[in-house]
């Protein structure tokens, strides 16, 4: 069966109650080839551009999956042939998923920017969505305290902050977001040696992630900055100064 054919496959058997089989199809396009329609111009051209189908307020271009497929489309306008992983590099990063086979009964399949993303990034590196995220509720505080002791010897790192991921798929984990200074790969080596000390304090049978803070794109990073606080931050203020309304917030760095 050849990638195209996978994908179209998997396309007929994909429902809301299978999310085995969404991913399946999320595999199948990362290594198959996507005909997009082009609304405007020709492939290559400057003024060439995708069409766009907005669906709850949330923008898709439009795709077929083969060339068979482009026949019963009638699509009459200029198309460009991409490979899947490439498609999905281009889209996610302006928030824009794709819509594969619009002309199908019933619609097609609209694929979110969050899941073209994971497609891009690796999808063996980022966990299935939708996310159930919250503030965690596991007793690892001497976990906690290894990582300030740690982080406050790791010169590049500003702030720790953790959340508990739910994937679609897969097992729950706590996540640590890591806020450093300057680009991630910066202080990448020194953030790992520092992870790899503090784990020894995780409980067996406890997953942990780390998530990059400054990743605009990571649903877990983008969740953390709108609802938590760091549970460490370098540059904050000593706890005996803080503002009384400060120290009862989530997260705020206490003396362990």
């Known amino acids: 069966m050849s990638a195209g054919e996978a994908v179209e496959e998997l396309l007929a058997r994909v429902t809301p109650d299978r999310l085995d089989t969404y991913e399946a199809l999320l595999r199948a396009l990362a290594d198959s080839e996507l005909w997009m329609l082009l609304w405007q111009g020709d492939p290559g051209e400057p003024d060439a551009h995708y069409g766009g189908i907005e669906v709850a307020g949330h923008g898709y271009a439009p795709c077929v999956t083969s060339g068979p497929e482009l026949t019963a489309s009638g699509w009459n306008r200029a198309y460009e042939v991409v490979p899947g992983r490439d498609i999905a590099a281009a889209l996610y990063p302006d928030h824009w998923g794709l819509w594969l086979n619009p002309h199908a009964p019933g619609g097609g399949l609209g694929v979110p920017w969050l899941d073209l993303r994971r497609i891009a990034g690796g999808l063996d590196r980022l966990p299935a969505g ?5 503030e965690p509720s596991v007793g690892v505080e001497s976990f906690y305290a290894r990582l300030v002791a740690l982080g406050q010897r790791t010169p590049v790192l500003r702030a720790l902050w953790r959340a508990w991921v739910r994937p679609a798929l897969g097992v729950s984990y706590l ?4 806020d450093v200074d300057g680009p991630p790969e910066n202080g990448a080596e020194a953030v790992r040696a520092m992870m790899r000390e503090a784990i020894t304090e995780v ?38 100064r803080a503002p009384a309304g400060d120290r009862r917030g989530y997260g705020y760095p206490r003396a362990y």
């Open 175 to 178: 996540a640590i977001g890591l």
């Open 130 to 134: 939708p996310l159930r995220i919250s």
């Open 203 to 240: 409980p067996e049978g406890l997953a942990v992630g780390t998530v990059a803070m400054a990743d605009g794109y990571d649903p877990v990073a983008m969740w953390l900055r709108a609802n938590t606080r760091p549970f460490y931050e370098r540059d904050a203020p000593a706890l005996g």
